[in-house]
């Protein structure tokens, strides 16, 4: 097993690292990747026909065959590149405009869904102004935020368990965060208790004796928050906090092809993809 083999996946990682490689040498091919350990499967979107594939697409889809040894590949079509989506997202939310809308890339949809909160004082606004973009690349979800909303429940430290205000961290540790578009779903487990290495001052998941550096979901952050370092969603709610064991969905990938940079500078990092749940 290799030491970055934290999910006991290697091998499944390793080919489909290689597989994400393939496709994104073709960028007005690559329409995004999928993989599921479980399953050993990997699903492949292309731009362009795969039941009637140009000369182009055939050559990719036999790489991509022989690259996936014994995992299962299916390849789908989709009208619109990575390329294409991940320009159009990166000048959305990052648009002054458009304050408030968050989301990312839905690889299944082939779209960029935007998700707009309709308890926001401009939501009315953002609402019109995707409308009118008329752009059928865009998905917009609309929605009321209730204390159920992402399957997790706002989370308060019990008084007990807080540290003294004094003793709280002076300097916040860094953390490797994700890029706006996330490059595949993957769904290998990875459990283990989140801490700060000392070394780098990064957020590190321990897995008894190994430090995994986590690729967290974009606007993810950390804060002080009754007295310790807690680790925050894209909406500013508390997920963890150091000290607790955790399990997340996802899985290891190469940080340089993934357009991820490093907090600690490690070429492997586990890509967050899943859920992010305590451990009780």
């Keep these: 097993m290799s030491p970055e083999d934290v999910t006991e996946t290697w091998d499944f990682d390793e080919r489909a690292v290689q597989i ?3 496709v994104r040498r073709r960028p007005t091919l690559d329409g995004g990747i999928s993989v599921d350990a479980a399953t ?3 699903v492949v979107r292309l731009v362009g026909s795969v039941d009637e594939p140009s000369r182009s697409v055939r050559r990719l889809m036999e790489s991509v065959l022989a690259a996936a040894g014994d995992l299962t590949v299916e390849f789908r079509s989709v009208r619109y ?3 294409k989506l991940s320009r159009l997202a ?3 939310f990052h648009d002054p405009e458009l304050r408030g809308i968050s989301g990312g890339w839905n690889t299944d949809a082939n779209q960029i ?3 707009v909160r309709l308890d926001l004082d401009n939501s009315q606004y953002l609402l019109d102004r ?3 973009l008329e752009d059928d690349r865009i998905r917009i979800v609309a929605f009321t935020p209730t204390p159920h909303d992402w399957g997790r429940r706002p989370r308060a430290r019990p008084a007990a368990d807080r540290v003294d205000e004094a003793t709280a961290p002076v300097e916040l540790p860094g953390l490797s965060v994700q890029r706006l578009i996330a490059v595949e779903a993957m769904q290998a487990l990875l459990t283990g208790t989140l801490e700060i290495d000392e070394a780098t001052n990064c957020l590190m998941l321990r897995r008894g004796g190994t430090l995994v550096e986590v690729a967290w979901p974009w606007r993810w952050s950390v804060e002080i928050r009754s007295g310790e370092v807690a680790l925050l969603d894209e909406r500013g709610e508390t997920v963890c906090w150091v000290g607790e064991e955790i399990a997340i969905g996802g899985g290891t990938v190469d940080a340089g092809p993934a357009d991820i940079e490093s907090c600690a500078g490690y070429q492997w990092v586990f890509l967050a993809s899943g859920s992010v ?3 009780e």
């Design 40 to 42: 050993r499967s990997v």
């Design 90 to 92: 990166d000048k959305l």
């Design 20 to 22: 994400s490689a393939l």
């Design 81 to 83: 590149s990575r390329t």
């Design 113 to 115: 869904e935007v998700m």
């Design 130 to 132: 995707l409308r009118g």
């Design 277 to 279: 749940e305590v451990v």
